[in-house]
Every structure is written in C-alpha cells, then in structure tokens.
C-alpha cells in the first residue's frame, strides 16, 4: 500500500498532464493547471526540507569540529541572509547583499571555469585513442582558421571552417539531441505506465 | 454526447502537436510490446557502456573498503522538463543505495534541488529497509546544496573531500557546474564519472571525467544496471532510431531530386 499510493497518483498525474498537452479543453486545461501549481506548492516546502537538512548538516559539522570555519560561514551567511530578507524585504540591505556579496561570489566561481575548460581539454588532449586524435586536430584546425591569416593562406579554410561546423558538428549536434529525445519520451512512458518508479 | 464530441474536436484541432502525437503512437506499442518481452525472460543483446561497468565495480568496492561513493544527482526539478534525467540520475543512485544498504556502509548523495533531495532520501530510506537495516538511515546522507548551480558544485566538491569518498558519480541534469565539479576534484586522484544529455554540458564533463555518457546514454542507465524491465525501452528505442535514420535518408533524396522544396 505504502508504494501502491505513490506510483497510482503519479500514474493518474502524469496521464492527465499527457492528456492536457494534447487536448485543448478547458476543463482539461484547468486540471492541469491545478497540478502545475501542486507542483510548484510542493517544491516550496522541498526547498524548505533542503533548507533544514543544510542547517543540521553544518549543525552536526560544526559541533563534530570537521571544517568548523566554513560550516560557520555558511551558517552566519545563510541565517543573515535569511533573517534581512524576511525582516526587511525588498530593502537596500538585501540589495547590497545581492550586489556587493551575492554576485561577485557567483561571478568567480564562473570564472574558474575558464581555467577548468584549459585543464580539462589539456587531459582530453593526450592522444590515447582515436576519438583523442579526432579531437585535437578538428581543434586546432578551427583554432587556426579563425585567425584573419587563415583566409590569405587560402580561401578554402574558411570555407572548409564553415562546412565542418555546418554539417559534421551540426549532425553530431542533431544526432545527440535525437538520441536524447527518444531517452526522454522512453523514460516519461516508463514512469506513466508504471514499469518504473524511481521515487517510490 | 456533447462534451465527447467537444473533447474529440479539440483533440482533432489545429492546436494539437501532431508530430508529437504521431511519435507517441508509433512508439508506444512499440514499448509496450519490448517491454512484455522483456519481462517475459527475453534477453536483448547490450553493446559495453564502460561507465555503467565501472560504476557495478565501484559499488562492490565502497562496500568491501567503507569508503563511501558520492552520487551527484545534478539540479533537475522533478516536475519539471529535467524530470526524465533527474529519473536516471535517482536509478544510479537506488543502484549504489541498495548495494551500500546491504552491507550497512555508508553513502553520499548530493543535488541542487530540493525535489530531487527528497525522492533520494525516500530511495535511500526503501534501501535501508529492504535490507534488513532500517535503523541506519538518518536522514543525513542526502544533501541539498542550494539551487545556485555553481553553489552546488562548490557544496559537492568541498563535502567529497572532507568524508574521504572513493569515487564521484555525476549523472543527470548539469551545466557548467558539471565541469567546475569534476575538475575541482580532479587533484584528489581519485574516479571521476558521469554524465548527462545537454550536448553542450556534455561535451564539458566528457573531456573532464575519467568515464562519461552522452545523450541516449544517460536514459539506459537503469537497464544497464539493476532495471531489466528497462530493456524493453531501450530495444523500441533503437527501432524508432532506425525509423529516424531512414526517414532522414528518405527525406534527403527526396530533396535532392527536387520533390521536396
């Protein structure tokens, strides 16, 4: 029963979703309508359980002593942040946490990215297979005929440039999103039919 | 009668997404029929994924050496359009939950939604159960770090190393954060693995990770390791893949003969 309940009302939910992006009714439509926003109700109080699992989780790290500094940062930024939002919405304090903390966090963490691209392509580089050959030299072969040189050398390499992005990138492009297409409509018909049921 | 034939007529609308509907029924018997096989005892021959062996490896191995493995389960919203990867990536990680269930051991599982953390406590919780060891779930072992992608990696990456993990395992819906996660880890010598569908994202953690998955890949995850009844999917898949392929081919020569503009 405890498992039959779950996967009868996703079953029932999901079928009515199909049926809603199919069927233009109105009494359809409000259905739907009314378990989008379940849905969404649902993830709020998912947030709200992921919130307290972070709070314990760091709780525990900081009283266990096993990186006390960061769990304490993330305690005081969370529940400072926290309380000036509910406290003062919409102030010029949350704001400036948002502008002057928030973003410049976020926008160097991004920018390492760039330097975990260069190290990651550095690894795929080293030639143990074929794919590895492939790789490096289609690479270093856009690499070169982006530079204005390129088209004195000869006309061709822009235009050979512009063929291995239109037709081999793009059909690998195409030929994976077809591919992930088909996982996606396999997967949804596996949990609608109930011969899967990851979450229960 | 009348709000049948209401319903019928909005059915048969202009608004209806036909292609969408056709490829529903065309594959739909074609899954049904798979899968009755497959749970019928037929085995459908499987080409190697070395990633889907690799993982069967490590679950042994966190379960003979206590090290636990950490599941990255990415930042798809179950209810959302990431649903069928955050499927695929809770698959993975009921795989790793039931064989680190059995032996008592520990595990790690880690997301950037809060939806996604839930279903995988429920996972774990079932595991547990099942196994005969319901007192060793706590709660504690799903982690939800925020739904900032890139907050999420930096949460993942900084609990892998704090509770001596023997390998990662990211699979589902990633970004960027997919490659920040793998390459912050990358000096902790240790097995990096995964994958996902986005082609951009995938092409970022494929030259990153030591093991990785692409596109289809990612959904036979569970046929691959402890869903037999996923195999049926995975066989009407490859038919609508042919069908694609030759209506592709048939729609090129068409073209080219100048049937088609």
């Known amino acids: 029963m405890k498992r039959i309940v779950p996967i009868g009302v996703a079953v029932l939910c999901g079928l009515t979703m199909l049926v809603d992006f199919f069927v233009a009714h109105p009494l359809v439509d409000r259905i739907g309508a009314i378990l989008v926003e379940g849905v969404t109700i649902l993830a709020a109080f998912a947030l709200l359980l992921g919130l307290l699992v972070l709070l314990s989780t760091h709780a525990r790290k900081l009283k266990r002593g096993s990186q006390p500094g960061l769990s304490l940062i993330l305690l005081i930024a969370l529940l400072g942040t926290l309380a000036v939002g509910v406290l003062l919405p919409g102030s010029a304090t949350l704001t400036w946490l948002f502008d002057y903390v928030y973003y410049p966090l976020q926008s160097t963490m991004a920018a390492l990215l760039a330097f975990f691209a260069i190290s990651a392509v550095y690894r795929a580089f080293k030639l143990r297979n074929v794919h590895a050959w492939v790789l490096m030299i289609s690479s270093l072969f856009l690499f070169m005929a982006q530079l204005p040189l390129a088209a004195a050398i000869s006309p061709y390499v822009p235009m050979a440039r512009d063929w291995l992005i239109a037709v081999p990138v793009t059909a690998g492009m195409r030929g994976i999103l077809l591919g992930a297409a088909l996982g996606t409509v396999a997967t949804a018909l596996r949990i609608l039919l109930a011969v899967d049921h990851p979450y229960a | ?261």
């Not at chain 2, 080409?47 to 990255?72: D, F, K, M, N």
């Open chain 2, 1 to 261: 009668m009348e709000p049948l034939s209401a319903l019928i007529d909005s059915i048969l609308s202009a608004s209806v997404d036909l292609t969408a509907l056709a490829i529903l029924l065309v594959f739909l018997p074609l899954f049904v029929v798979f899968t009755a096989r497959g749970k019928a005892g037929y085995r459908f021959g499987l080409r190697p994924i070395p990633l889907y062996s690799r993982i069967r490896q490590l679950a042994s191995h966190a379960t003979e050496s206590g090290s636990p493995l950490q599941v990255s389960l990415g930042s798809g919203q179950i209810g959302s359009e990431a649903t069928p990867e955050a499927a695929m990536a809770l698959t993975v990680f009921d795989y790793v939950a039931r064989h680190a269930a059995t032996c008592a051991q520990p595990i790690h599982g880690v997301s950037g939604d809060a939806t996604l953390m839930a279903a995988a406590q429920g996972v774990l919780q079932n595991a547990r159960q099942e196994s005969g060891y319901p007192e060793n779930y706590a709660g504690r072992e799903c982690t939800f770090y925020g739904p900032d992608p890139l907050a999420y990696a930096a949460g993942a990456a900084g609990t892998f190393g704090a509770d001596n993990h023997l390998a990662l395992i990211a699979l589902g819906e990633f970004g960027a954060e997919g490659l920040w996660l793998s390459e912050a880890l990358a000096d902790q010598a240790t097995t990096r693995m995964g994958g996902t569908s986005d082609p951009s994202a995938a092409a970022l953690m494929a030259a990153s990770l030591d093991e990785a998955v692409i596109g289809e890949d990612v959904y036979a995850a569970g046929a691959y390791l402890h869903r037999p009844s996923h195999l049926g999917s995975l066989a009407a898949q490859d038919i609508l893949r042919l069908v694609i392929m030759l209506a592709i081919v048939v729609g090129v020569i068409m073209t080219s003969l100048g049937y088609w503009s």
